[in-house]
């Protein structure tokens, strides 16, 4: 079964960045970076805050793309947060980073843009393509949105600059966990 893009409001945001119509044309790339990330040829090593990282294999080859995205402003950032905090008191399901349609049209009527422009976004690919984006860039955000229909709170996280973590607070929520690495497992049970 394809995987269709864009489903949710906050997938077709991102889905336009790659989609634009323009007086050039569109892009003749598009095609082959759908079927790529419909086929599974995307694997995403990391998506954080302002940042995409991906695998994108196509005939046999992999390729590493990174796509650096803007971050909010700290008055977009809290006002998105309080968004959906107030909405998070009223539907449980926000905790899960199932986010309403609706709150896409909240933040871009108070002048906050959920996803960019391919024009205000970095990407490195480590292919040998001359073309800007290339297919394996565009074979990425169109993964990217399809993650996003699936976990809309991820457009947020990628938007939003992570908050630093004070030590104290990082050692209190450790507790006694240990990383199981750091176990030797010949002696643990003797």
């Given at each position: 079964?394809?995987?269709?893009?864009?489903?949710?409001?906050?997938?077709?945001?991102?889905?336009?960045?790659?989609?634009?119509?323009?007086?050039?044309?569109r892009?003749?790339?598009l095609?082959?970076?759908?079927?790529?990330?419909?086929?599974?040829?995307?694997?995403?090593?990391?998506?954080?805050?302002?940042?995409?990282?991906?695998?994108?294999?196509?005939?046999?080859?992999?390729?590493?793309?990174?796509?650096?995205?803007?971050?909010?402003?700290?008055?977009?950032?809290?006002?998105?947060?309080?968004?959906?905090?107030?909405?998070?008191?009223?539907?449980?399901?926000?905790?899960?980073?199932?986010?309403?349609?609706?709150?896409?049209?909240?933040?871009?009527?108070?002048?906050?843009?959920?996803?960019?422009?391919?024009?205000?976004?970095?990407?490195?690919?480590?292919?040998?393509?001359?073309?800007?984006?290339?297919?394996?860039?565009?074979?990425?955000?169109?993964?990217?949105?399809?993650?996003?229909?699936?976990?809309?709170?991820?457009?947020?996280?990628?938007?939003?600059?992570?908050?630093?973590?004070?030590?104290?607070?990082?050692?209190?929520?450790?507790g006694?966990?240990?990383?199981?690495?750091?176990?030797?497992?010949?002696?643990?049970?003797?």
């Amino acid at each position: 079964m394809a995987t269709e893009f864009g489903v949710t409001a906050w997938g077709r945001v991102w889905l336009r960045t790659v989609e634009q119509t323009s007086t050039s044309g569109r892009n003749p790339a598009l095609p082959t970076a759908r079927t790529l990330a419909r086929n599974g040829g995307v694997t995403f090593t990391d998506i954080s805050a302002g940042t995409v990282s991906a695998q994108v294999t196509a005939k046999g080859k992999t390729s590493t793309v990174v796509v650096t995205v803007p971050l909010w402003d700290k008055t977009q950032s809290d006002t998105a947060a309080r968004m959906i905090r107030t909405l998070g008191t009223k539907n449980r399901s926000v905790s899960t980073g199932e986010l309403p349609d609706s709150v896409v049209a909240d933040l871009q009527a108070r002048d906050i843009t959920v996803a960019v422009n391919l024009s205000e976004c970095t990407a490195t690919c480590d292919c040998s393509s001359r073309r800007t984006p290339c297919v394996h860039h565009l074979a990425a955000i169109y993964a990217l949105a399809g993650r996003i229909d699936e976990e809309p709170a991820l457009a947020v996280t990628l938007r939003t600059k992570q908050a630093k973590r004070r030590n104290s607070a990082a050692k209190k929520e450790q507790g006694e966990w240990i990383p199981l690495r750091e176990i030797n497992a010949g002696s643990f049970y003797n």
